[in-house]
């Protein structure tokens, strides 16, 4: 099973700055493969990123994502106060079917 | 537009089993997957499994296969997900969402299913 392994826990930033989000996976993922989700409190998980770098429909360009093999990357380049959630990153394989990292938590610092 | 709404709310009791709808609409439901997701209280978000709204083909998460049965109604637009022999454990959010050409792209709101004695 491949094992999505997402750093930081939690980052603390300010509206305005970047941040920056990894998804490290346990074996080779192919990139086709690869997602990012946001999740705000009580709320279902919005796709953001797919493919490892092609945003989703109506998602703002401030989104981006990148990496290959077995090292992923989200990056929000400058912070809006509505950016502040849960971000989870997400492969498929088709063996054991999807799987998701732990989450990286982006609080307002 | 699209839309996936679920089923409300429910309490079991440990080995009881529980299911949960996600009606479709919006689309042509025949054309998508849908899988289910569960996420228990301050925990990952965790893949069950998936249907072929289509086909009526499935595929489970080894964790679940032998206690989950995700079967569909499509005359309903309808997708189900039955999880059997329950235990505290199982206390979760369920999802479900559609499978689109990039990704899960639409979700349920979600329904809570609370396992307790």
């Known amino acids: 099973e491949i094992v999505l392994t997402q750093s930081p826990g939690t980052l603390s930033l300010s509206p305005g700055e970047r941040a920056t989000l990894s998804c490290r996976a346990s074996?080779?993922?192919?990139?086709?493969?690869l997602a990012w989700y946001q999740q705000k409190p009580g709320q279902a998980p919005r796709l953001l990123i797919y493919?490892?770098?092609s945003r989703a429909t109506g998602i703002p360009d401030r989104f981006s994502g990148s990496g290959s093999g077995t090292d992923f990357t989200l990056t929000i380049s400058r912070l809006e106060p509505e950016d502040f959630a849960m971000y989870y990153c997400?492969?498929?394989?088709?063996?054991?079917?999807?799987?998701f990292g732990q989450g990286s938590k982006l609080e307002i610092k | 537009q699209v839309q996936i709404v679920q089923s409300g709310a429910e309490v079991k009791k440990p080995g009881a089993s529980v299911k949960v709808s996600c009606k479709a609409s919006?689309?042509?439901?025949?054309?998508?997957?849908m899988h289910w997701v569960r996420q228990a209280p301050g925990q990952r978000l965790e893949w069950m499994g998936w249907?072929?709204?289509?086909?009526?083909?499935?595929k489970y998460s080894p964790k679940f296969q032998g206690r989950v049965t995700i079967s569909r109604d499509t005359s309903a637009s309808t997708a189900y997900m039955d999880l059997s022999s329950l235990r505290s454990e199982d206390t979760a959010v369920y999802y479900c969402?559609?499978?689109?050409?990039?990704?899960?792209?639409?979700w349920g709101q979600g329904t809570l299913v609370t396992v307790s004695s």
């Open positions: 493919g490892a770098s």
């Open positions: 997400q492969q498929y394989g088709s063996s054991q079917g999807y799987t």
């Open positions: 074996q080779t993922v192919s990139s086709i493969y």
């Open positions: 919006g689309y042509t439901f025949s054309n998508y997957a």
């Open positions: 969402a559609r499978r689109g050409e990039t990704g899960l792209d639409y």
């Open positions: 249907i072929n709204a289509g086909n009526g083909n499935t």
